[in-house]
Structures are given as C-alpha cells and as structure tokens.
C-alpha cells in the first residue's frame, strides 16, 4: 500500500504569509496526487488534481508542484477563508489513500 | 452541475448493519463513479471503495472486504453504501464523492463533488 506522509501536522501563519505544505508519497505515484481542503463540519473540497492543476473556481493564489514522491500545495497570501485542513489523495495505486493531513491556524 | 445529496443521520447498535445512500443529480451520461469514504471523529479520511454507476462494479477496500456492500439503483440515480457488523470503531461520517472513468486511470480519479457527509454513531 502507499503510504502519504503530510507535514507539518499542524501550521500557525499570519494573514499575508506565504504557505507551504508537502506530501510525501512511500513510492514514485506518476503525479496521481490530488489536494483537497476540509473546513469544520463540512465536506472536502478539491482544491488542485494531478499535482498542480487547479480545480475550477479555486482561487489562483493556491497551487501545486512536485512530481515522483515529493508534493507541495501553497497559498501564496494567506486569507482568514483559508483556515482548514488540507489533505492528499493518490490515485497510482489500489487502495485509494489519503495523507494524514495539515491543519491550518491563523497566528 | 453535478451534485450528491446523502441520507439522513444514523444511530446504530453493535452487530447491526447501516445502510446509507447518496442521490446524483446533473449527470448527462452514467460514465462516473460513485466513492465512499469515511472520516472518524477529529481523524482524517479513509476510501472504502467505488461503484461503476454504468455496469455497477464494485471495488472494496481490503479493510472492509466481507463487511460493505456498494449497490446503485439507476432509475433513481441512487447509490448505496451497506456496512454490516458495526461496532463502536465505525462511528463516523461517511461521505460519497464522485470522479471520471478514463481509459488511462480506469475507475481511479480525483473526488469531485462530494456528498455533504452522513453520521453514524455506532452505540449500545
């Protein structure tokens, strides 16, 4: 199985900040790696697909990069609105999984 | 615009089985499929398997093999997630998603859009 490895666990940043959070995949998974946001008591919401492909109506100071094993989403100036947890998906290989996820605080 | 509505909340007993549903709307063609994944309180999420919502295929996670059941019935653009033998541990809410079929990938995708999520609480 693949193992998604995110970090930080958690990330405390300032309005205005530039924000990094990385995946890390157990093995090479092709660029098959999706980022999803979660905000409290709703659903996840696809945020970038196939490592750096924003989904339509995301807006552009989000995006993706990586490729093999290595995978990073960033929000270039950080809103209140982007308070959430964000999450990895593979989709190389079965079983479907999901990393452990980042959670986002404002400082 | 595609959109997924699920079923109400559930409260459930050790032993017994939950069944929850979650109804397509938008699609013009039935080459989608139909996710399940569940996410425990405070955890994060976890894939239980897909429907081909075209032949009614199924895939199942090792994990709940023997345990889920995924079924669709097409005149009402509905699908069904079964999961039997609850036990404590299965509280959570569980949550459709759809994604693409392709010829490169199959019945693997992105999770685009998702159902608003349905609670189980598994309690005696």
């Known amino acids: 199985d693949i193992q998604l490895t995110q970090s930080p666990s958690s990330l405390s940043a300032s309005v205005g900040d530039r924000v990094n959070m990385t995946c890390q995949a157990s093995?090479?998974?092709?660029?098959?790696l999706n980022w999803y946001q979660q905000k409290p008591g709703k659903a996840p919401k696809l945020l970038i697909y196939d490592a750096s492909n924003l989904q339509t109506g995301v807006p552009s100071r989000f995006s993706g990069s990586g490729s093999g094993t290595d995978f990073t989403v960033t929000i270039s100036s950080l809103q209140p609105e982007d308070i959430a947890t964000y999450y990895c998906q593979q989709y190389d290989a079965l079983p479907l999984s999901f990393g452990g996820g980042t959670k986002l605080e404002i400082k | 615009q595609v959109q997924l509505v699920q079923s109400g909340a559930e409260v459930k007993k050790p032993g017994a089985s939950v069944k929850v549903s979650c109804k397509a709307s938008g699609y013009t063609h039935s080459s989608y499929v139909i996710y399940w994944v569940r996410q425990a309180p405070g955890q994060g999420l976890e894939w239980m398997g897909w429907?081909?919502?075209?032949?009614?295929?199924?895939k199942y996670s090792q994990k709940f093999q023997g345990r889920v059941t995924i079924t669709r019935d097409t005149s009402a653009s509905t699908v069904y997630m079964d999961l039997s033998s609850l036990r404590s541990e299965d509280t959570a809410v569980y949550y459709c998603?759809?994604?693409?079929?392709?010829?490169?990938?199959?019945?693997?995708?992105?999770?685009?859009?998702w159902g608003q999520g349905t609670l189980v609480t598994v309690s005696s």
């Open positions: 998603a759809s994604g693409r079929i392709t010829m490169v990938r199959g019945l693997m995708s992105w999770f685009d859009p």
């Open positions: 093995q090479d998974i092709n660029n098959y």
């Open positions: 429907i081909n919502a075209g032949n009614g295929n199924t």
